[in-house]
């Protein structure tokens, strides 16, 4: 299993640009997050989605938004970037049983704005 | 809101001695889900140790035990004969029972020769 999938790793952005950040997951599970690390940091919640056409914010959601249409894909999109949103970004999944509730990870994308 | 704190922002042991961190949070609900993460250098998320609010024994991974305290909201971690590869960033988490997962400030650990 793949396990969560996150892309890119890196990217560079300027000021006032958009891009998406593409995150999937295969082991069914219906949770799904977004977090943001800055350095030396803890994990700040974005957004966190509960099922395909559910989401709903977290902590610092501005400048941010997402959707998910199906169970396996979770895309967070950064509108006008900004330097406040260098970061790296966490995506990860849950099941959503009373057992086996831990979250599983992606690799991280660093993202450096401009 | 959920809130998770962890105020030890850096905690230091010597290696095979015993360290334990702490961890609070705040909720008013009863069926939550608790849990310890480590994050070396690597910033890989490793899932330590969990804990449903709904068992009252204390969970236990091999060197790492919780002493999780219901009625205190206290979860803390007890790491036995610690080794240098435990050295890392330590998160607590908490996950509510509709699916919202929050994570504390972190305590890095060093663990020394």
């Known amino acids: 299993n793949a396990g969560v999938t996150q892309t890119p790793k890196f990217r560079i952005l300027k000021i006032g640009q958009s891009m998406t950040l593409q995150c999937t997951q295969d082991m069914n599970h219906n949770y799904m997050y977004w977090y943001r690390q800055d350095p030396g940091m803890g994990l700040k919640l974005i957004y966190y989605s509960v099922g395909a056409g559910i989401t709903d914010k977290g902590e610092v959601p501005n400048g941010y938004n997402v959707s998910r249409s199906t169970t396996e894909d979770f895309p967070l999109r950064l509108e006008l970037a900004a330097p406040s949103q260098t970061s790296v970004y966490f995506c990860a999944s849950s099941y959503q049983g009373r057992t086996n509730t831990e979250a599983f990870f992606g690799q991280g994308t660093r993202l450096t704005v401009v | 809101a959920q809130t998770v704190t962890q105020s030890q922002p850096e905690m230091s042991v010597q290696e095979a001695e015993t360290v334990t961190l702490s961890c609070t949070y705040d909720?008013?609900?009863?069926?939550?889900?608790l849990f310890w993460y480590k994050q070396p250098p690597s910033r890989q998320m490793i899932l330590v140790i969990r804990?449903?609010?709904?068992?009252?024994q204390n969970a236990t991974e091999n060197r790492f035990s919780v002493n999780f305290q219901k009625a205190a909201k206290s979860f803390s971690l007890k790491i036995s004969d610690s080794q240098l590869g435990d050295a890392a960033m330590y998160f607590c988490?908490?996950?509510?029972?509709?699916?919202?997962?929050?994570f504390g400030q972190g305590t890095i650990l060093t663990v020394h020769p």
């Open positions: 804990q449903e609010a709904y068992k009252q």
């Open positions: 988490a908490y996950r509510n029972s509709y699916g919202k997962l929050t």
């Open positions: 909720t008013s609900e009863s069926d939550y889900y």
